[in-house]
């Protein structure tokens, strides 16, 4: 079956550590996006991705990094930097990047700060 | 920036009264989509509007976009225990290439 994977789909960390959550989409999917979600705020863009080893920030970006070697694959690395990174995130894709896309959106990774 | 705003955040309804959440825009938007998370899952694709006036319907839901596009209303007749969730909105406009989300609406039905 088609979908995206997201892992781990629950992740405890350190303060001061840095953490990478996957995304591997077999849609192909020219764009992938990543997201955060919190209580009350809705889903805010950290990145996105319309072509392999490309990429744009997104409102929030601060505090994140992203690669795109593989157009099936788009991780997300939570760093150190990131003030508040305890959330929810979610990893989507479309087939073109277009605004008119459909988002199809993995299971979601929790990430919590200890 | 642009801001995508929906009320109620919350709602809880009894099985079987109508529910409605309101999506506001504080520019014109080229379309809008809607979006369902059930308790604990991903958001799902539920519809795409485009045109001005547009009104879709999907069984009990009636999906409808304003006149000037700023707006966007998600109306679910006579509710299920299967509608709880969160409802968001999605739109872009002719200066982005992404979608900005609304806020959310969470539903919460009672048997």
């Known amino acids: 079956d088609g979908g995206i994977t997201q892992s781990p789909k629950y992740l405890f960390r350190k303060e001061g550590q840095n953490v990478t959550l996957s995304c591997e989409q077999n849609?192909?999917?020219?764009?992938m996006y990543w997201y955060r979600q919190d209580p009350g705020q809705g889903l805010r863009l950290i990145y996105y991705?319309?072509?392999?080893?490309?990429?744009q920030k997104g409102d929030i970006a601060e505090g994140y990094s992203v690669s795109r070697e593989k157009k099936e694959s788009f991780p997300l690395t939570v760093t150190s930097a990131q003030k508040n990174p305890t959330a929810f995130y979610l990893c989507a894709s479309s087939y073109t990047g277009q605004p008119t896309d459909v988002l199809t959106f993995g299971a979601g990774s929790r990430l919590t700060v200890l | 920036g642009q801001q995508v705003m929906q009320i109620p955040q919350y709602q809880h309804v009894q099985e079987g009264e109508d529910f409605t959440t309101y999506c506001n825009s504080s520019t014109t938007l080229s379309n809008i989509q809607w979006y369902k998370q059930r308790p604990g899952g991903h958001p799902v694709f539920l519809i795409q509007l485009v045109k001005s006036g547009e009104v879709k319907k999907q069984k009990r839901l009636t999906f409808q976009f304003g006149e000037a596009k700023k707006n966007s209303s998600l109306h679910i007749t006579a509710t299920q225990t299967t509608d709880v969730g969160t409802y968001f909105c999605a739109g872009n406009t002719r200066n982005t290439d992404k979608l900005i989300f609304g806020t959310g609406t969470r539903l919460q039905v009672f048997p």
């Open positions: 849609l192909n999917h020219d764009a």
């Open positions: 991705s319309q072509i392999v080893n490309d990429f």
